[in-house]
């Protein structure tokens, strides 16, 4: 399986600020997911972006993947309080079923 | 359409024992898989099971098993609970079958606390 790195591990912002949290990988992958967590709760699905997709948005989310350089991220824009949560990303190989590997996330703090 | 479904929410348990906790997918979804969640280790994948069988397990000890029954409800065993097994344990279920993997939708968690 495949495993991402998080990075940074915690970030604190205001609200109306743009948060940017990074990943990366190490080997070629199919497609990459982020998720999302609140504290104690389950994971949220964010979004997922294909190998030959280079962007994606979803409202307020935008991400980005670069395979020569293995990386994504994940930019949420004009953040709210509630956006407060810890964000994971998921690469996947074909051969990973739904064998997700998570790394330690990134702690997002948005200040009202 | 119904979420994941994980019960119970919250058990304590003391050294010794065994625990069962179960999950039922969205409806449609064959695939289910477990995680871990502890501070220490992070979220950590157990196993996954698709059409009652397992596809994939991760790096757990034995004591660590599961099962799907043929409605795709599933539920995992810890027998001989050690302290270290206190954790959230996240059940899965996916549409997605062969090689595309699309999105998990997680339940809400079980919360073991052993004792």
């Known amino acids: 399986s495949q495993q991402g790195e998080e990075d940074p591990q915690a970030l604190s912002i205001q609200e109306g600020e743009n948060a940017t949290m990074n990943c990366s990988y190490k080997?070629?992958?199919?497609?990459l997911q982020w998720y999302r967590q609140n504290s104690g709760r389950g994971l949220v699905h964010l979004i997922l972006?294909?190998?030959?997709?280079r962007e994606k948005h979803s409202g307020r989310l935008r991400v980005t993947l670069d395979t020569s350089k293995k990386s994504s991220s994940l930019l949420i824009t004009a953040s709210r309080a509630a956006d407060t949560a810890s964000y994971f990303c998921a690469p996947i190989l074909l051969t990973s079923g739904s064998r997700l590997t998570f790394g330690e996330g990134t702690q997002l703090t948005v200040n009202p | 359409k119904a979420g994941v479904t994980q019960t119970p929410r919250y058990l304590i348990k003391t050294r010794g024992q065994q625990v069962t906790l179960s999950c039922s997918p969205i409806?449609?979804?064959?695939?289910v898989s477990w995680y871990q969640q502890t501070p220490g280790q992070g979220l950590q994948f157990l196993f996954e099971?698709?059409?009652?069988?397992?596809?994939n397990k991760g790096n757990f000890p034995g004591r660590f098993s599961g099962r799907q029954f043929s409605n795709s409800r599933s539920e995992m065993n810890v027998s001989t609970l050690e302290l270290g097994d206190s954790a959230l344990y996240l059940c899965?279920?996916?549409?997605?079958?062969?090689?595309?993997?699309?999105?998990?939708?997680f339940g809400e968690g079980s919360r073991l606390t052993v004792l």
């Open positions: 409806s449609g979804h064959r695939s």
């Open positions: 899965a279920s996916s549409f997605s079958v062969g090689r595309d993997t699309g999105e998990l939708f």
């Open positions: 099971y698709f059409s009652e069988t397992q596809r």
């Open positions: 972006i294909r190998s030959n997709e």
């Open positions: 080997t070629s992958i199919n497609n």
